[in-house]
């Protein structure tokens, strides 16, 4: 399954500064030649992989980049200074189309990998240059030249992090609309009516996860009821997993029942998705009174006997949800740290 954040932004690499006029002007040397220099380069915009980004949400913040211009040429032969490249940072494994062509500009699969995206407008040419034997005091100079401009498509095939398991109106869209920034498109999926929703969570600039709603896993989908199978199969590549329940089903069925219901689905499709952080988020504690839902909640862990973390929450109110994201954010870095930790002491 391919998931897919897309972003569209423009880039414009810096103009060149322009070519000077000018004349030698000095006491006792009445005939001065022409000293006009050379205006800088503008700077150009370049794309750079980054490994510790993992989504394009930013971008949906600022989607125009302009890279300095180069300074004008000066008297005395002197050149105008060169403006400074622009780079933007990418997660890797971003690819780089050119939106007018429909090109792909290219694919940035390593850290710290570069790729120009446009260049900046070479300097003008001062009046030093067109010396001639025939013309001695040249009026002529050249403009800097533009720089490039680009619309650019960043496109970067996203894993979730994080999987919401629970079940039908549980609340897990809402909460994912409650928490996310940015809800990227799924490509390539064959069934376009029940696709999970995906949602880029950016709980601090530059810091982000993918959380995935699995929808429709009900009792008998790791026999392959449903479409549960397909989605239990793509969670086994998140992380961590969120596991919703209502506080008090409209059904009138128990919480603590619909909890191991979803757990013995998990345990007979892959016993392994069991080993997974798991965090119980009992949900929608707006509709008991504050007492009664502490109570019933406490109630709930201790039926259960859960020993993981769990949260009273209401995706609706967005009660509690911004709590549990910045805990997840922290617990995946935690995850990044001793994989590198364990990967480095290989
Ligand atoms: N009172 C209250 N209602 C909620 C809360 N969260 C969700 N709901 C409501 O519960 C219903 C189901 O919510 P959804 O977010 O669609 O649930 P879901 O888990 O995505 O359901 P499926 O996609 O069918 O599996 C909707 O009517 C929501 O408005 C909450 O925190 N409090
Ligand atoms: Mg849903």
């Keep these: 399954m391919k998931l897919v954040d897309e972003v569209e932004i423009t880039v414009t690499a810096g103009k060149g500064g322009n070519g000077c006029v000018g004349f030698r002007r000095e006491k006792f040397i009445p005939l001065g030649g022409p000293d006009g220099g050379d205006g800088g380069d503008g700077?150009?915009?370049?794309?750079?992989?980054?490994?510790?980004?993992?989504?394009?949400?930013?971008?949906?913040?600022?989607?125009?980049?302009?890279?300095?211009?180069?300074?004008?040429?000066m008297g005395r032969?002197?050149?105008?200074?060169?403006?400074?490249?622009?780079?933007?940072?990418?997660p890797v494994g971003t690819v780089v189309h050119n939106v007018t062509t429909d090109e792909v500009i290219g694919d940035l699969t390593a850290h710290e990998q570069r790729l120009l995206v446009a260049r900046g407008g070479k300097g003008g040419l001062g009046n030093m240059h067109f010396k001639s034997s025939t013309n001695r005091s040249p009026r002529q100079s050249t403009p800097g030249e533009e720089g490039e401009e680009r619309t650019l498509r960043l496109e970067l095939k996203l894993l979730a992090d994080v999987g919401l398991l629970g079940f039908p109106n549980a609340g897990k869209s809402t909460l994912i609309r409650a928490v996310s920034a940015a809800t990227p498109k799924v490509a390539d999926y064959p069934f376009t009516t029940l696709y999970p929703n995906l949602g880029v969570v950016s709980v601090e600039p530059a810091r982000s996860f993918v959380i995935a709603d699995i929808p429709g896993l009900i009792e008998g989908a790791a026999d392959g009821a449903g479409l549960g199978a397909l989605f239990l199969r793509h969670i086994q590549r998140?992380?961590?997993l969120l596991h919703l329940v209502e506080i008090q089903p409209l059904d009138g069925t128990d919480p603590v029942e619909q909890v191991r219901a979803i757990e013995r689905e998990l345990e007979k499709f892959d016993t392994g998705l069991l080993d997974k952080p798991r965090w119980l988020l009992i949900n929608k504690a707006d509709t008991l009174l504050p007492d009664e839902a502490e109570a019933e909640a406490a109630r709930i862990v201790a039926t259960l006997g859960w020993n993981g973390p769990w949260f009273l929450v209401s995706g609706l109110a967005h009660?509690?949800?911004r709590e549990v994201m910045l805990k997840v954010q922290a617990a995946l870095d935690e995850l990044d740290r001793s994989e590198r930790e364990a990967a480095d002491a290989l």
């Design 319 to 321: 009660d509690g949800t």
């Design 238 to 240: 998140t992380r961590l």
């Design 77 to 90: 032969q002197m050149y105008g200074k060169g403006g400074d490249d622009l780079v933007i940072v990418v």
């Design 43 to 73: 700077g150009s915009v370049w794309i750079q992989a980054d490994e510790n980004l993992n989504t394009l949400v930013d971008f949906r913040h600022q989607t125009m980049f302009r890279a300095q211009r180069g300074e004008g040429g």
